[in-house]
């Protein structure tokens, strides 16, 4: 039996207007279900590798049709804990030209934010697993949930477990203060961390201006003992235009992805698509060159997908690898 990548966050509903609207036009909204750590795993499976997700969902339907997205793309959702009052909604609006894409949060007090420690037992849940990803979204939720997390990665690396972790900071949800004491916690058990530049600031406290990226990476996984890092890197013209690119710091060595260029259909699940790509070269055991290649072409790739998971298959993120970039009609 094929060993899992394990992912652990909140599963949410997405709710949002049709088209271009903004939230203050809309009458109606798409619904999708989603998550960060969710993303992952619906990518990875997508592209063949075993995944699971860990959560907790009301135990209602709003919770179950959560969980059915996740069935759908194959993903693993026995250790989904049930319980709590709600699950947590966010409402997004695409950016378009020079204005931004906007995100509303309405996630408070949701089932997993709530979560208890005796709703996960970690043993049985990384019985089967060879990699363990969460982000910097979870711990964010709520101090009970930090709590739980630190659990969770102290009992991956007693297993043996891989643990990596997309730093993921969001504004909304906590100060940088809080989020650079609580995630300090967190780093001596990680060995994959992906983040984007910003957050090397908002995450670690180290200024980027004239600073060389290659050093602060080496340097981060010197102190904290990261087996590899990978930081991405966007140059946004608008909304709909992008140039997109990461480097990867792995044994002393510093590789550099392709850099594309780039149209933005739904942007809303990038990184995870950044950190799912990673985590195939990696499950794979492909060499770093290739690992980071397939890391900024499934991400690229997701630029061009609605809603915020990656559906994209290997072969279509490989042959992306390979240079067949003119998105051409396959025949």
Request: glycine share 8%; with cysteine.
């Amino acid at each position: 039996m094929n060993k899992k990548v394990v992912t652990f966050g909140e599963l949410l509903l997405r709710l949002s207007p049709f088209g271009y609207k903004r939230i203050v036009q809309a009458e109606s909204f798409e619904a999708i279900y989603a998550g960060a750590e969710a993303n992952v795993a619906v990518s990875l499976a997508v592209m063949g590798v075993p995944s699971a997700v860990v959560s907790k969902v009301p135990a209602h339907e709003i919770g179950q049709c959560a969980v059915n997205t996740l069935r759908k793309w194959g993903v693993d959702t026995s250790n989904i804990a049930r319980g709590g009052d709600r699950l947590g909604i966010y409402f997004i609006e695409k950016g378009a030209s020079q204005r931004a894409s906007k995100v509303v949060y309405d996630r408070a007090n949701s089932s997993i934010a709530t979560a208890l420690a005796s709703d996960f037992n970690w043993k049985e849940i990384f019985a089967d697993a060879s990699i363990f990803h969460f982000s910097g979204i979870t711990p964010a939720l709520s101090d009970s949930l930090a709590a739980i997390t630190l659990e969770a990665v102290k009992a991956a690396k007693e297993l043996g477990v891989t643990v990596s972790c997309d730093v993921n900071y969001r504004s909304k949800l906590w100060s940088r203060e809080k989020a650079q004491k609580v995630m300090a916690q967190y780093m001596p058990y990680i060995d994959i961390c992906i983040a984007n530049d910003e957050e090397v600031t908002d995450v670690f406290g180290i200024p980027l201006e004239g600073a060389d990226i290659n050093k602060i990476a080496a340097d981060l996984a010197e102190k904290y003992g990261f087996k590899a890092i990978a930081i991405d890197h966007l140059d946004s013209v608008s909304s709909n235009e992008n140039y997109w690119q990461a480097m990867y710091y792995t044994n002393g060595q510093v590789y550099n992805s392709s850099r594309y260029h780039t149209v933005v259909i739904d942007r809303v699940g990038l990184g995870d698509a950044f950190g799912a790509g990673l985590l195939y070269g990696i499950y794979n055991e492909f060499d770093p060159q290739k690992t980071i290649e397939c890391a900024i072409a499934a991400s690229t790739l997701k630029y061009s997908i609605e809603g915020d998971s990656n559906i994209v298959t290997a072969d279509e993120v490989l042959a992306l690898v390979a240079g067949a970039a003119s998105g051409g009609v396959q025949r």
